[in-house]
């Protein structure tokens, strides 16, 4: 073969493979944007010229899951186990895991892999994720009715970010299921300071006005209680359980 055909020959097999791999990052970022549909081609193509990148599979999973159904829960689950068989699994893989087992009802596997995942170190894994994490360990116990691990759960998440009001606001409504009202105060009083003070337009305050309204009851302090209706009305006018509170406490 001649020289210059031998050389033109290996530059388009060079062109094809590179057109092959993809970017990751790129695909990363149209994963959390909502866009699995395109990515799960673009991965595939990706696999077959690289089929040891972990990463890759790690993130064919997350775009399985995502795309919802039984068999593509089975390839997100197959596609996570390729990347945990190629050793030192990061905390998103372990993340990815528990929630492919809790979405095939392998709860117990899937609270002890979130756990180790919310466990991490934020610095390695980015304070967000891990947050994130925790937070879906903490909705995963609590679906399965292990309300004590939710909360483990949860003051892990406040650990990692105190400045979110939402691992607070759910500290708050479990400790109030619990029947435990002194507990449930003090979280939901901070859950509410954040929502004022950054999410204020978050439909989720208003329900944790409501929910402190209802522990401030149970405590017997009703002045307070009816202030946080009112402000549970204010930022929902149309939260009728609110309404029915506050029509209750108008007869005490």
Known sequence: MPQRLLILLILCVSSVLAQA????????????????????????SHLRVKPGD???????????????????????????????????PRSEYYWQMGLVQAAQGKTQ????????AAGGDPKASGIKETY???????AIAWRSGDLRQALEAYRRAVRIDASQPFGWLNQGV???????????EPVLERSVTLF?????????????????????????????ARLAYRSALSLNPNMQIARDALDALSVR
């Not at 995502?66 to 596609?79: E, K, W």
């Not at 596997?109 to 180790?116: Q, Y």
């Not at 994130?132 to 903490?138: E, H, P, S, V």
């Not at 003070?197 to 002045?223: I, M, N, S, V, W």
């Open 21 to 44: 791999t993809a970017d990751l990052s790129v695909l990363r970022n149209r994963l959390e944007q909502g866009d699995f549909l395109s990515v799960i081609p673009r991965l595939e």
């Open 54 to 88: 972990t990463e890759a599979h790690f993130l064919l999973s997350r775009a399985y899951y995502l795309s919802g159904g039984v068999v593509n829960l089975g390839r997100a689950a197959d596609q996570i186990s390729i990347a945990f068989r190629a050793g030192s």
């Open 109 to 116: 596997l899937a609270l002890s892999n979130l756990r180790v």
């Open 132 to 138: 994130r994490f925790a937070m879906d360990w903490g």
């Open 174 to 184: 479990i400790y109030l299921s619990l029947s435990e009202p002194e507990r449930a």
């Open 196 to 224: 004022a003070l950054g999410y204020a337009k978050h439909p989720a305050y208003a329900e944790a006005q409501f929910t402190r309204g209802r522990t401030l009851e149970q405590l017997g302090r009703f002045d307070a």
